[in-house]
T-cell receptor
């Protein structure tokens, strides 16, 4: 049972445009959400996080939006750059266990 | 920032042998470390949670006798894959967390295990 899902396995975006990556979750106990960027054969690199008490968090080109009622979060990257090309994972956690449950990943390709 | 290292980065072994992977938190004390496994084009799957000085907690479907985890100090956790088989070939990633509001996890660079 996949508690965290990323329904788009891949996404292509033109350089300079906005990239929107989506993530859905089923467990209402999740109260902390994160986005990671990952290259093959490397560990995940933290990008941005959001607590369930917020609905938006922004850090430079990266913004994460959380819609608790829909159990949905999204990562916006604007403007997109070729160096953003990677696999992006969302992860969810609850304060009780502190375990991270990862989504299935979305491969982003930013075209120059 | 918090740095986590893993050693080795890549290992090839024969079927039936055991392989040990080390995970170290370099600049902080990690009360909890996590071990993940990633198969090609798949998600990171949590294998076990390791707390310093106590037995690891394994996720459902992960054999504790096959994947031995030791967390002997606040900066070191080891994962030993015993009697490795080709199906154990995977990318193993550890993370270490500091106590805090969300017990943020910091990830190591991963270890690529290939069992021949």
């Amino acid at each position: 049972d996949q508690q965290v899902k990323q329904n788009s396995p891949s996404l292509s975006v033109q350089e300079g445009r906005i990239s929107i990556l989506n993530c859905d979750y089923t467990n209402s106990m999740f109260d902390y959400f994160l986005w990671y960027k990952k290259y093959p054969a490397e560990g995940p690199t933290f990008l941005i996080s959001i607590s369930s008490i917020k609905d938006k968090n922004e850090d430079g080109r990266f913004t994460v939006f959380l819609n608790k009622s829909a159990k949905h979060l999204s990562l916006h990257i604007v403007p997109s750059q070729p160096g953003d090309s990677a696999v992006y994972f969302c992860a969810a956690s609850d304060s009780g266990t502190y375990k991270y449950i990862f989504g299935t990943g979305t491969r982003l390709k930013v075209l120059a | 920032g918090a740095v986590v290292s893993q050693h080795p980065s890549r290992v090839i072994c024969k079927s039936g042998t055991s392989v040990k992977i080390e995970c170290r938190s370099l600049d902080f004390q990690a009360t909890t470390m996590f071990w993940y496994r990633q198969f090609p084009k798949q998600s990171l799957m949590l294998m076990a949670t390791s707390n310093e000085g106590s037995k690891a907690t394994y996720e459902q479907g992960v054999e504790k006798d096959k994947f031995l985890i030791n967390h002997a100090s606040l900066t070191l956790s080891t994962l030993t894959v015993t009697s490795a088989h080709p199906e154990d070939s995977s990318f193993y990633i550890c993370s270490a967390s500091q106590p805090g509001l969300h017990n943020e996890q910091f990830f190591g660079p991963g270890t690529r295990l290939t069992v021949l």
